[in-house]
């Protein structure tokens, strides 16, 4: 079966960098755009950031320019390195996979991770 695990949440202070990590298996990787999605408590789920399957990238207005998403296709991995994180950062991460073509709409995904928490201190 499909599974997406997450991993490298954590806390950090306001300003720092931290870099998830997600490994897919049980799915043809490389056939799948995959995204990052996040949920702050009390929120809806809020797309993040997605990657398409020949490596076309596309972020949310609110993490442009600080969050970088990268794909290895050899590893099943997916990465987001997040630099000059903020308190409003705090959220739930969740690793996400769409087969076929990319999409911001967070309902249009096929499988998801368990999620790791990200907390950013003020």
């Known amino acids: 079966q499909v599974q997406l695990v997450e991993s490298g949440g954590g806390l950090v202070q306001a300003g720092g960098s931290l870099r998830l990590s997600c490994a897919a298996s049980?799915?043809?990787?490389?056939?799948?755009?995959m995204g990052w999605v996040r949920q702050a408590p009390g929120q809806e789920r809020e797309f993040v950031a997605g990657?398409?399957?020949?490596?076309?990238?596309i972020y949310a207005d609110s993490v442009k320019g600080r969050f970088t998403i990268f794909r290895d296709n050899v590893k099943n991995t997916v990465l987001l390195q997040m630099n000059s994180l903020r308190p409003e950062d705090t959220a739930v991460y969740y690793c996400?996979?769409?087969?076929?073509?990319?999409?911001?709409?967070?309902?249009?995904?096929?499988?998801w991770g368990q999620g790791t928490q990200v907390t950013v201190s003020s």
């Open positions: 996400a996979a769409r087969q076929g073509t990319l999409s911001v709409t967070t309902s249009r995904y096929d499988y």
């Open positions: 049980g799915l043809t990787f490389s056939t799948y755009a």
């Open positions: 990657i398409s399957r020949t490596g076309c990238t």
